[in-house]
């Protein structure tokens, strides 16, 4: 199914009467996983994106220029990541890109952006060597590599921990790359390892690599992880009553783990860029009106589509619309690197970083994580 | 460590043979190898989840639910397919292909209506007590499903030895043919066969998924690999081979983690079988096709 939606609804119609007369739409194209497997993050993305793009032009627009939003459904999968790209840029002649939704599609696809010298804009690729990719490409999610320090950090201050047990999923390139980025951590934090035990997709018992743990006598567990064998994985380690502190990278930063792992979920350390818990009024405000919009509570993947949107748009303001697609798409890439915000997912800017050539490419994103504790089935803010 | 360890591989060791055994009883009497085992096991575990969810059934009547519903599989699953094909005297490989076809079906159907995602039984309805003694700890739960492969096998061999339908059913597994002229009703014990063998199945999918905590569509597939590893270590189609070789793998697996390390696990543990394969080539119960003349 393909799903391709103008955004004419009643809240931009109501822009568009207040707006300018001689007004433009500004199209921005979106590429995000509605179906398949990653739909559970593509669709609170798109989901972010419109309740974002709605507020600015209720509120005039850019500039007395309305959004206008082309969604495009990339499924989750680098081919149609690639078309969908192909169709947005030369079809469409957006003025810039967000998307797509997994760091596997954008290995694919954000070449094709760089071609094209139109931005792309991810909210949700974390994999490293994406923004390396060439200097049109840009991001405002947070990567492992920056989180997993962080969450450690914390952790170890407050459980005042002297060794650990890491166990992880070695045949997924996810849980395997959050490995390497927690076995480095650890190696720079001085943090001896007491045991490393590995499991796979579709293991029915994690008991034998528990027992280990367990014999090892660590102070706390490091776990590399999905949601879907890390919950299990805590529920038969609090079985075999091994009590201790879990600290879990992205893949256990999820609300799923208090259903998944029901009555075994506390004592979960994990580090994330947005907090349903964070208190800061911007971040009450997005809250506030995704609920309203939308009727559900909005996730991580929601909050940074949010910012980046508005992100985007104060670049957008910024330059001066020439008419010439070339050049405006040139401009708006001049424009963006400069822009900071402070939204719901709290304070940011952008960091250009070195390509594989070893010149500049890139941006990624600077921000400071918020580190959690999982304490009777809720989120509790612990920096 | 050492005996946590032992009761961590009867644990998994019985969840195997619990899976191996409806596996095997196919292969034994239809002479058929069911890829679609793993998905029958899967439905299994979404219909009892359905009865607690939906019904708000207690755990006992879900796997009764769980029983009739892939007890009603393994019937159509005789009817439309394993049937027909009997009937044109298809070639073996026919059903084996037809059971992969209807395991993609069954994964596809219920990943479009319930979704991807793993599902779990909510907790009241989870029997969560452990048992410990002296730092060794089981879950009930587990003990359950060990005892529940030892008891069902031995329902099995009993019914299989002593009772008529038993009889009837080995001579059915010898020769179709000859049973056919003593007067055996030849197609409807194989229906009944098929029957067993997928509510069989069904039971597994819900204990395994009870201590997995993880319901989800391809649930079955990693665990037809490793039941078609322990079908062909037992002996394929012998009943209590099922069993052996379900503990064969777990306590490999375990013991390898244990004293070589997780990541060479499958490497140690197939290993191990390949070894005994070479000694034994028909599995450990398994008998030398001599009457293929």
């Known amino acids: 199914m393909k799903l391709k939606q103008s955004i004419l609804s009643a809240i931009l119609g109501i822009g568009f009467l207040y707006g300018n007369v001689d007004a433009a739409d500004i199209k921005i194209g979106i590429a995000a996983a509605l179906t398949g497997n990653a739909a559970q993050y593509g669709l609170p993305i798109r989901k972010g994106f419109e309740l974002a793009a709605g507020e600015i032009n209720v509120r005039g627009g850019v500039n007395g220029n309305r959004l206008e939003l082309i969604i495009e459904d990339e499924q989750g999968r680098k081919e149609e990541g690639i078309n969908v790209f192909k169709k947005l840029i030369f079809q469409n002649k957006v003025m810039m890109l967000f998307g797509p939704t997994l760091s596997n599609s954008a290995q694919a696809s954000d070449p094709v952006a760089q071609a094209a010298k139109t931005v792309v804009f991810g909210t949700s690729n974390t994999a490293d060597g994406i923004t390396s990719i060439g200097d049109y490409v840009f991001r405002n999610s947070v990567t492992e590599r920056d989180i997993l320090p962080i969450t450690l950090k914390i952790a170890a201050q407050n459980t005042g921990l002297k060794k650990v047990a890491v166990i992880y999923g070695n045949d997924d390139i996810f849980t395997k790359s959050g490995y390497d980025n927690f076995k480095k951590a650890l190696r720079d934090l001085k943090i001896p390892v007491a045991t490393t035990e590995t499991f796979a997709k579709g293991d029915v018992s994690f008991k034998p690599q528990l027992t280990n743990i367990r014999a090892s006598n660590p102070d706390a567990v490091v776990l590399s992880a999905l949601v879907a064998e890390g919950a299990p994985i805590m529920v038969q380690a609090r079985q075999l009553g091994i009590t201790l502190p879990f600290i879990g990278g992205n893949g256990m930063n999820s609300p799923r783990v208090f259903e998944l792992a029901k009555g075994s979920s506390d004592n979960l350390w994990v580090g994330s860029p947005w907090s349903v818990e964070s208190p800061a009024p911007e971040n009450k405000r997005f809250i506030a009106a995704y609920l309203k919009a939308h009727g559900t509570m909005p996730d991580q993947f929601a909050a940074q589509a949010y910012d980046a949107m508005y992100i985007a748009a104060q670049a957008l303001k910024t330059i001066k619309p020439t008419g010439k697609l070339e050049a405006d798409r040139k401009a708006l890439r001049d424009a963006l690197p400069a822009m900071q915000w402070n939204g719901a997912t709290g304070p940011f800017k952008f960091r250009q970083i070195v390509g594989r050539n070893g010149k500049p490419a890139g941006y990624d994103a600077v921000q400071t994580a918020i580190v959690m504790m999982t304490q009777a089935n809720r989120y509790v803010i612990k920096n | ?293």
């Open chain 2, 1 to 293: 460590m050492l005996a946590q360890q032992f009761i961590n591989a009867i644990s998994l060791g019985g969840v195997y043979a619990l899976f191996a055994l409806g596996f095997t009883l196919t292969f034994g009497v239809l002479g058929i190898v069911n890829l679609a085992h793993g998905a029958v096991f899967m439905l299994g575990a979404y219909s009892a989840l359905q009865a607690v969810i939906l019904l708000r059934l207690p755990l006992t009547a879900a796997i009764l639910a769980a029983i009739v519903i892939t007890g009603a599989a393994g019937w159509l699953l005789d009817k439309l397919i394993f049937a027909p094909l009997r009937a044109r005297d298809a070639p073996h490989l026919a059903p084996m292909i037809a059971t992969i076809g209807l395991a993609i079906c069954l994964n596809s159907s219920v990943e479009g209506f319930f979704g991807a995602q793993n599902l779990r039984f909510p907790v009241e309805a989870l029997p969560t007590e452990t048992l410990s003694l002296g730092g060794i700890r089981i879950t009930w739960l587990e003990l359950q499903i060990v005892l529940l492969a030892f008891v069902l096998m031995g329902i099995l061999m009993w019914c299989l030895k002593q009772t008529r339908i038993g009889r009837a059913l080995r001579g059915l597994a010898e020769s179709p043919k000859a049973a056919a002229l003593l007067g055996i009703d030849v197609e409807g014990l194989f229906r009944l066969t098929s029957v067993l063998a997928s509510l069989l199945g069904g039971v597994a999918g819900v204990l395994i998924a009870l201590y997995t905590n993880a319901v989800f569509p391809l649930m079955g597939q990693p665990m037809l690999h490793k039941g078609i590893a322990v079908v062909i270590l037992g002996g394929m189609g012998d009943i209590r081979g099922a069993l052996l070789g379900g503990f064969f793998l777990g306590f490999a697996e375990v013991f390898s983690v244990a004293y070589v390390g997780s990541t060479m696990r499958d490497a140690v543990a197939f290993g191990l079988l390949f070894a005994i394969l070479l000694l034994r080539p028909d599995g450990l119960f398994g008998k030398a096709a001599q009457r293929r003349a």
